[in-house]
């Protein structure tokens, strides 16, 4: 059993930049792989990027890529998504998610966070 807590959601303008972190509970986090979702109102649950637990390495929607980055501390059970340039459209909330095998779909993942939300102003 994993569970999964976000924090640092907020308010920023256009331009700016937040970061996401998310503690797991449980001893076996090393082995999970780690991921970040988002859903906007009205809107399906969509990928945004996960760092698999073998190799550490990451995956990225197009929307995201070379403004947001994954990471993850094992030593702290805490995954990170950095986020830089936000677009009013990165608008939503944000989920953390954890499962040994899947990567960016998300009915394959187990375990979920309750949600942060980030909100960017034009």
């Known amino acids: 059993q994993v569970q999964l807590v976000e924090s640092g959601g907020g308010l920023v303008q256009a331009g700016g930049s937040l970061r996401l972190s998310c503690v797991a509970s449980?001893?076996?986090?090393?082995?999970?792989?780690m991921a970040w979702f988002r859903q906007a109102p009205g809107k399906d649950r969509e990928f945004v990027a996960v760092?698999?637990?073998?190799?550490?390495?990451?995956s990225y929607a197009d929307s995201v890529k070379g403004r947001f980055t994954i990471s993850r501390d094992n030593a702290k059970n805490t995954v990170y998504l950095q986020m830089n340039n936000l677009k009013p459209e990165d608008t939503a909330v944000y989920y953390c998610?954890?499962?040994?095998?899947?990567?960016?779909?998300?009915?394959?993942?187990?375990?979920w966070g309750q949600g942060t939300q980030v909100t960017v102003s034009s």
């Open positions: 449980g001893r076996t986090f090393a082995r999970y792989n």
């Open positions: 760092i698999r637990w073998s190799g550490g390495s990451t």
């Open positions: 998610a954890a499962d040994p095998r899947a990567v960016s779909i998300s009915t394959y993942y187990d375990y």
